[in-house]
């Protein structure tokens, strides 16, 4: 009943779209700025605390973070579903776009200290929307966008909807574009959203295809004509060549080479110089609008300002506020008097 209920949810926020009315005003309703500030006024800080320490010693965990925020909020809403295990293995978190997310332990870490604080007070969702923020603003110490606090926590997690929703590294223009606004999101925050690439890694497989026997003519030389030459060479040199290897889901490569843990707009100085990495960041310049957008965003302050706006949006998705969902005591298991597994 509860993902019916979701679904739903979902539909009527498609239906309200397209008769104009502000979906991110509607999904955001309940969340607010500094919403613990009377119930448990020391969340963020303690929320902060914990996360800084461990980007500290893993500076690797601002883009698993940013990531996993991404990848909940795309999957029936901000509710930190992500984080949910499943004794069956179908819980979001299996699908094959998740397995290669980390920092649960962390969460976890972070969701211990304020049940210690402030027992069913913070909601694992609140905790995974700040530490994105807070993982990803350590470098500078200082917030780079605000949180609006107040989600709850659903009690739904499916590995068949991350398939779903989860905009593919493969996604044309036109299937991402379809996508984010399905999420209530519009083209500039597509685009905006995609400089999330400038920290990370990505995983050969994912875009191997774009590197050798391009259009299937059995030709090592045959790569997509969309990539720079020098940048397709670099990422031959460091994706092995043979079948097997292609298939390969542990061999990475810096999204951002030589600023892959710096969070700043050169992601858009590699696009705009046809050295994005997946065929959905090479997407970006197959539109005029997008491509102008690109353009723009190679600016450092226009990013910036455009990506605290934009994720302040994609945290808005699907959220559970007021009555519904629950705060979960434990972040990967839903309270049992609620538990749909």
């Known amino acids: 009943m509860a993902k019916g209920f979701a679904m739903a949810v979902v539909a009527i926020l498609l239906l309200l779209s397209c008769y104009g009315v502000d979906v991110a ?4 309703a309940g969340l607010k700025k500094g919403f613990y500030k009377k119930s448990c006024p020391q969340a963020e800080a303690i929320a902060q605390k914990v996360v800084w320490e461990r980007v500290a010693a893993n500076p690797e965990l601002a883009a698993k973070f940013l990531r996993m925020f991404f990848h909940d909020c795309f999957v029936m809403g ?3 579903s992500v984080l949910l295990d499943s004794p069956t293995n179908t819980a979001e978190k299996n699908a094959a776009p998740n397995l290669s ?3 649960f332990e962390v969460i976890d870490e972070v969701k ?4 210690e604080a402030c027992p069913g007070i913070v909601s694992c969702a609140d905790i995974v929307a700040l530490a994105a923020r ?3 603003s350590f470098q500078y110490k200082k917030n780079l966008w605000e949180v609006e606090t107040g989600r709850r926590d659903g009690t739904v997690s499916s590995d068949q909807e991350a398939l779903r929703n989860i905009p593919a590294p493969t996604s044309t223009f036109d299937i991402l574009l379809s996508n984010f606004s399905s999420k209530g999101l519009g083209l500039e925050d597509l685009v905006v959203l995609s400089g999330g690439h400038t920290i990370g890694v990505g995983h050969c497989n994912l875009f191997s295809t774009r590197l050798f026997n391009f259009t299937g003519k059995d030709n090592p030389s045959d790569v997509d004509p969309s990539i720079n030459p020098p940048y397709a060479k670099f990422l031959q040199g460091q ?3 043979n079948l097997q290897d292609l298939n390969d889901n542990t061999t990475v490569v810096p999204m951002d080479p030589g600023s892959s843990l710096s969070f700043d707009n050169h992601y858009f100085v590699n696009v705009k110089a046809h050295q994005g ?3 959905s960041d090479a997407a970006l310049l197959t539109n005029d609008r997008s491509a102008n957008i690109v353009d723009k965003l190679q600016d450092s302050g226009v990013f910036f300002d455009s990506f605290k706006n934009s994720i302040k949006r994609m945290g808005q998705i699907g959220v559970l506020t007021g009555a519904n969902g629950q705060i979960r005591k434990k972040c990967n298991v839903v309270n049992s008097e609620t538990n749909t597994f």
């Open 78 to 80: 901000c509710d930190a």
């Open 239 to 241: 994706c092995r060549r």
């Open 101 to 103: 997310l980390a920092g």
């Open 134 to 136: 807070d993982s990803v």
């Open 25 to 28: 005003s509607v999904q955001a």
């Open 112 to 115: 211990a200290a304020l049940e």
């Open 277 to 279: 990495m997946f065929t």
